[in-house]
C-alpha cells in the first residue's frame, strides 16, 4: 500500500499546556512527508480550557467530544479525518498519538515505509519526557519497559511487546475491517491491537523513532501511564508488577526495515 494521505489524531483532555509542543512536532513530522497530503485532527474531549483554541491556531481541525472517554474520542477523530480526506479513495494511513506528547520528524515516513511493505498496523514505543520524577524512579520505568530487549541489541531491532495509543498507525481499510476503536476509558490502543492480530492482519513492532510522552503522576485516562509511574513508587500497590498490566500485549512480531 502507497498511502494516498495521512491522517493524525490526536485526542486531548485539557491539554493546553502541552498540546502546541504537541501538534508542531506533528507539523514538522508532515513536513517530511510532503507532499503527501497530512490533516491534523484533535478531538478536543470534555476540555475545560483553551485547548481547543491553542489547537486550532496551530492548524489542526478541532472537534469536540464531551465524552470524557479516550477511546470514543480517538474514534470520532477518526471517523472526521475519513470524512476530511473522503477525496483520498481507500488508501489513508492513520497516525495516532497524544496531547502530553511530541513526535519526532522522521515518525510518519517511518510508518509510511512499513505501509509501503503491505504493513496493516505499526506499533511503536514511548520513551519518558523530561521529568521531575527522579533518577530512580524512571530507572525503575525502564527496567522493566526495556526487559525484553536483548543485550548488546540495537533499539531498532527490538520487537517490543508494548503498545501504545501515542505512536501507533494503521491503515484505514485495516482499522473499519475491525470496527475501529472501542469506547473504553482505558485500554482502547491495546483493544484495538488485539483485533488487528486476530484478522491475521500484519503488525509490524518498532523501536525507531519513539515518540516523547510526559511522565507525570496524574493522567487523564485511568489506568494509563501516569497510574503506571504512580504504581512504581510503591511497587505494593498492585502487588509483584506494577508495570506488567498496561505494558505488553500478545502480538505478531516483525522485522525492521
Request: positive net charge; charged residues 20%; proline residues 6%.
Amino acid at each position: 500500500m502507497t498511502p494516498a494521505a495521512i491522517a493524525v489524531v490526536v485526542p486531548a483532555h485539557d491539554e493546553e499546556r502541552r498540546i502546541q509542543a504537541c501538534l508542531r512536532s506533528v507539523r514538522a513530522a508532515a513536513a517530511f512527508v510532503a507532499p503527501v497530503p497530512v490533516v491534523i485532527v484533535v478531538a478536543a474531549d470534555a476540555c475545560t480550557d483553551a485547548t481547543a483554541t491553542m489547537a486550532a491556531r496551530e492548524g489542526a481541525s478541532v472537534i469536540p467530544a464531551w465524552r470524557r472517554n479516550v477511546g470514543a474520542a480517538r474514534a470520532a477523530g477518526v471517523d472526521h479525518a475519513l470524512t476530511l480526506l473522503a477525496d483520498a479513495g481507500p488508501d489513508v494511513w492513520l497516525a495516532m498519538t497524544d496531547a502530553d506528547s511530541t513526535v519526532p520528524t522522521p515518525w510518519l515516513a517511518h510508518q509510511l515505509a512499513w505501509a509501503r511493505r503491505e504493513y496493516d498496523a505499526v506499533l511503536g514505543t514511548i520513551r519518558l519526557a523530561s521529568t521531575k520524577l527522579g533518577a530512580l524512579h524512571v530507572a525503575r520505568h525502564d527496567a522493566d519497559y526495556f526487559r525484553t530487549r536483548r543485550l548488546g541489541g540495537t533499539e531498532s531491532r527490538w520487537e517490543h511487546p508494548h503498545v501504545h495509543g501515542a505512536n501507533l498507525g494503521v491503515s484505514a481499510s485495516a482499522y473499519l475491517r475491525v470496527g475501529g476503536f472501542a469506547q473504553l476509558p482505558t485500554g482502547e490502543d491495546h483493544d484495538l491491537a488485539v483485533r488487528l492480530s486476530a484478522a491475521g492482519l500484519l503488525i509490524a513492532r518498532t523501536d525507531r523513532h519513539p515518540v516523547h510522552t510526559a511522565a507525570r503522576l496524574r493522567g487523564r485516562a485511568p489506568g494509563g501511564l501516569a497510574d503506571l509511574l504512580t504504581a512504581l513508587r510503591d511497587p505494593t500497590v498492585r502487588g509483584g508488577d506494577p508495570a506488567r498490566p498496561r505494558a505488553t500485549v500478545g502480538l505478531d512480531s516483525a522485522r525492521t526495515p
